[in-house]
């Protein structure tokens, strides 16, 4: 499944797993990416967006809560649960998109908790 919007423009960007800045190791890893467009490039990187050990498309509640946003409701919600174009070779690391998710998860849960205050 390719929910990659300007598809045929050929926009596509790498959205790293591990920062650079953490594991500088990791920069010519080849597993250490996947290919996005620009708009879920940019998402991914703010954690807005992520990915399960399946490779399926997983929300932020921040963004799951913009149900009302058509641009939302066309670019991201109709694509959960849909399943990442894998390459052929240099799978992601799964375990990079596990700590990729967690960290989503929990700055929703602090951002909740600073919010309460």
Same mark, same amino acid.
């Given at each position: &499944? =390719?929910?990659? @919007?300007?598809?045929?423009?050929?926009?596509?960007? =790498?959205?790293?797993?591990?920062?650079?800045?953490?594991?500088?190791?990791? =920069?010519?890893?080849?597993?250490?990416?996947?290919?996005?467009?620009?708009?879920? *490039?940019?998402?991914?990187?703010?954690?807005?967006?992520?990915?399960?050990?399946?490779? =399926?498309?997983?929300?932020?509640? $921040? @963004? $799951?809560? $913009?149900?009302? *946003?058509? &641009? @939302?409701?066309?670019?991201?919600?109709?694509?959960?649960?849909?399943?990442?174009? &894998?390459?052929?070779?240099?799978?992601?690391? @799964?375990?990079?998109? $596990?700590?990729?998710?967690?960290? &989503?998860?929990?700055?929703?849960?602090?951002?909740?908790?600073?919010?309460?205050?």
């Amino acid at each position: &499944m =390719r929910f990659l @919007v300007w598809q045929s423009l050929n926009c596509w960007w =790498r959205a790293i797993l591990f920062p650079w800045a953490e594991n500088e190791s990791r =920069r010519a890893d080849p597993t250490n990416g996947i290919a996005l467009n620009a708009l879920y *490039d940019k998402a991914f990187d703010r954690h807005l967006i992520s990915f399960d050990g399946d490779f =399926r498309l997983v929300l932020s509640p $921040k @963004v $799951k809560a $913009k149900t009302e *946003d058509a &641009m @939302v409701q066309e670019y991201f919600l109709r694509y959960e649960g849909e399943t990442l174009d &894998m390459p052929d070779r240099f799978f992601p690391d @799964v375990q990079a998109l $596990k700590k990729h998710r967690e960290i &989503m998860l929990h700055n929703y849960t602090s951002s909740i908790w600073s919010d309460s205050k």
